[in-house]
């Protein structure tokens, strides 16, 4: 019999854990991109950045999401690290509303509600309109529904009654420090290994309202999961920048402080909130609402004391991070390696790892200029070394834009395996499309100093009225690059959209007038016809690449307008 109880919690933790991971996702992708706006832009200062956090948490009832959101948008480069501190504050404070989410469904039978939800759930799915909020009432049902199996389950093997675990756990001395800190430790690796604060304050608010586990052995527990719940955003930010690592760490700091403070006032502190919900630590009151209660109102003032404390010490967090954390020594290296996203890139929260994505197809671009401009430079360079080398650099730059293909279209494709919002997706696609084209623009570039390097070798040199027209296509193809750097990375103060159009049917104009006038030049013999082909095809790749800017162009309009 006892297997199969073991098998019964088991299952209901996981009920617990999927249904708390569908409620937050199904409450993002009804967030949509105003969640992304509120962190962006709502963390001015310190305290505006607490209460976003905060809010944000409360929105989505996950602070691990919020957590490696933050570190996310740290990483993309959207938030300064400060600006994060702030963020995962509030953040611990938000995500105090599950815990009291969880007493109340210890508090009260919510059995026979859940399979109305269910039914409403599973119409609102089958509805494409609403299907969000149909995820939300399953996440929330299923929660509640395990929440009742754990409290039945509890009732049933009769805990209270159970000679040896009563045993085991009056064996620990709660009036010992060493008791508590043991239970600290085992809170904080038992979340660590659950990757779910939530499911272990569960099993605590069962054992103690069974009579099995003292309160402060209870409440032990559920300091080790503040420090514990940090290790998500930890393990996700370890292929991430140096920033968002330290932002990370922040939020293991802040957690860590707030315990040892806590532990020099332990049993006082502990004392003042049962005072404060009318409950006698000392008794053997078993009441479950009081018990549950008890839990979530330490867990509540643990972590506003906590941010009431260290909010006014931030930039000495920040400080000290930033001391452990050293920057990566080698600039050269680091400039040729994904920047926002890597082998171990953040994908607890989907809807915004595409947001570092579009923060690496920036950079992409922008390497694709740089690129671009050292073919510029290519025309103009006469000695051999320095050609060589120069040549040798722009083949590098082609490796790497075939790699960064490949990269983020992986990342992307995994990305995309989550639920998504239809937006979402399409946005996706988008990117895929976006950086299929940079690459071709690459490659264009690629086969522009192909034929420059051809004609370095030969015995010919192209005409001063050649080199002319050269400089000019290529001011032309740089200006139509530097419209779909504007476009990518949206700024709109120096956005023309008209402006790419523009550039573009002046390449094609130009390369028409120049294609006439090529065939008439090597008709009256300005030059060979083997010049003037090498000449052409430089022309022509130009206006190549100016109908890849376009495709990349199109491609975030349509994104823009969707959005919009």
Aim: proline share 1%.
């Amino acid at each position: 019999m006892s297997i199969w109880i073991f098998f019964k919690i088991i299952g209901a933790l996981a009920l617990l854990i999927y249904g708390m991971k569908g409620m937050s996702e199904a409450l993002q992708k009804m967030a949509g991109s105003q969640l992304r706006h509120i962190l962006g832009t709502m963390t001015k200062n310190r305290f505006t950045g607490m209460l976003t956090g905060m809010f944000v948490t409360c929105s989505v009832q996950s602070s691990s999401a919020t957590t490696v959101m933050t570190v996310s948008f740290v990483n993309a480069g959207l938030l300064t690290l400060a600006q994060a501190i702030s963020i995962i504050m509030g953040a611990n404070i938000g995500t105090t509303l599950t815990a009291w989410i969880m007493s109340l469904g210890f508090s009260f039978n919510f059995t026979d509600v859940v399979f109305p939800a269910f039914i409403v759930g599973i119409l609102l799915i089958y509805t494409r309109r609403h299907r969000y909020i149909g995820d939300f009432l399953f996440g929330i049902a299923f929660m509640f529904f395990s929440l009742a199996i754990l409290s039945d389950t509890g009732k049933e093997m009769d805990l209270g009654h159970n000679q040896a675990l009563l045993e085991f756990f009056s064996s620990f001395d709660t009036n010992s420090y060493i008791t508590i800190i043991v239970f600290l430790l085992i809170g904080t690796v038992l979340t660590c290994i659950l990757q779910s604060s939530a499911a272990l304050m569960a099993i605590t608010m069962v054992l103690c309202s069974s009579g099995v586990l003292p309160i402060y052995l209870g409440i032990a527990l559920v300091m080790g999961e503040n420090i514990g719940t940090t290790a998500t955003a930890n393990l996700a930010a370890l292929g991430a920048n140096t920033q968002a690592r330290r932002a990370a760490l922040a939020h293991l700091v802040f957690n860590v402080f707030g315990v040892l403070w806590v532990l020099c006032v332990f049993y006082p502190f502990v004392d003042l909130v049962c005072n404060f919900v009318n409950y006698d630590p000392q008794s053997h009151d078993l009441n479950p609402i009081k018990l549950s209660v008890v839990l979530a109102a330490f867990h509540t003032s643990f972590n506003i004391c906590n941010t009431f404390i260290l909010i006014w010490f931030i930039p000495q967090i920040e400080k000290l991070v930033c001391w452990l954390i050293k920057p990566r020594t080698n600039d050269e290296e680091e400039e040729f390696r994904l920047r926002y996203i890597g082998g171990n890139s953040i994908m607890e929260t989907p809807e915004l790892s595409v947001l570092e994505a579009q923060k690496e197809i920036i950079l992409f671009a922008e390497r694709i200029q740089r690129m671009f401009g050292f073919v510029r430079e290519l025309l103009n360079t006469t000695n051999d070394t320095a050609f060589t080398k120069l040549f040798t650099r722009i083949e590098k730059y082609e490796g790497i834009s075939d790699n960064m293909e490949i990269e983020i279209a992986k990342y992307l494709d995994s990305v995309s395996d989550a639920h998504l919002s239809d937006e979402t997706k399409a946005r996706i696609r988008a990117m895929l499309r976006e950086i299929s084209e940079i690459e071709s623009i690459g490659d264009s570039c690629y086969n522009i100093a192909r034929n420059i390097s051809r004609k370095f070798k030969g015995k010919e040199d192209f005409t001063e009225s050649q080199y002319e027209h050269l400089h000019q296509m290529f001011e032309l193809t740089d200006d139509s690059l530097t419209q779909m750097n504007i476009m990518l990375s949206g700024r709109k103060d120096k956005l023309d959209v008209n402006r790419s159009f523009n550039i573009e049917n002046e390449i094609n104009n130009y390369r028409n007038q120049l294609k006439s006038q090529n065939i008439n030049d090597v008709n009256s013999h300005e030059y060979t016809y083997a010049i003037g082909t090498m000449y052409m095809d430089i022309i022509c790749e130009c206006e190549k690449l100016g109908d890849y800017v376009i495709n990349v162009v199109e491609a975030r309009m349509g994104t823009k307008q969707r959005e919009a």
